[in-house]
Antibody, heavy 120, light 106 residues
């Protein structure tokens, strides 16, 4: 059974850097084909894909946010970390950690999500 | 980047109705399309991948079709528990863009 859980601050001040950690179980990110990604959803709005990292350390980012995002993995800890710089109130959203299946980059397993509010 | 456009944005139907949601890609994406269901206050759930393959455990009243740029999600007989927002997502190459969602009400 695959589980993912997001952790990080609930409140971030404008201009600060957000660091979110995804801790997962049920698979290894060193296994060929595996990947972990991040998706966010502002309150009442649509899903927005942010980033994904693969077993071979290949990484992809949302084009509009690429300059602000960094995704890394710690295979030994079963963790993936997403950092987003220069946070703004429009970045207020629920941030989901997701598992990428080996057949393609779609997401069959999701974390519960963590609401991050950006406010002074 | 390839854009994904869903229609309609919202839809009201009756129990037992057959409903169809459309997703259009701005460029051809073969069959690299997934559909998700998000019930109110819940985490999104994968329904369909590869445009028409039903994820394990998803009721057979859900089906998907399409290839290239035009895709559809069909619910053959709408049930009360199908009230949700539905999203399409393209894959096969980054970025892995979602549609804007279709809110389905009864």
């Amino acid at each position: 059974q695959i589980t993912l859980k997001e952790s990080g601050p609930m409140l971030v001040r404008p201009t600060q850097t957000l660091t979110l950690t995804c801790t997962f179980s049920g698979f290894s990110l060193s296994t060929s084909g595996m990947g972990v990604g991040w998706i966010r959803q502002p309150p009442g709005k649509a899903l927005e894909w942010l980033a994904v990292i693969y077993w071979d350390d290949d990484k992809h980012y949302n084009s509009s946010l690429k300059s602000r995002l960094t995704i890394t993995k710690d295979t030994s800890k079963n963790q993936v970390v997403l950092t987003m710089t220069n946070m703004n109130p429009v970045d207020t959203a629920t941030y989901y950690c997701v598992h990428r299946v080996t057949l393609g980059t779609y997401f069959a397993s999701w974390g519960q999500g963590t609401l991050v509010t950006v406010s002074s | 980047d390839i854009q994904m456009t869903q229609s309609p944005s919202s839809l009201s139907a009756s129990v037992g109705d057959r409903i169809t949601i459309t997703c259009r890609a701005s460029q051809r994406i073969s069959n690299y399309l997934a559909w998700y269901q998000q019930k109110p206050g819940k985490v999104p759930k994968l329904l369909i991948y590869a445009a028409s393959t039903l994820q394990s455990g998803v009721p057979s009243r859900f089906s998907g079709s399409g290839s290239g740029t035009d895709f559809t999600l069909t619910i053959s007989s709408l049930q009360p528990e199908d009230v949700a927002t539905y999203y399409c997502q393209k894959y096969g190459g980054a970025p892995y863009t979602f549609g804007q969602g279709t809110k389905l009400e009864i």
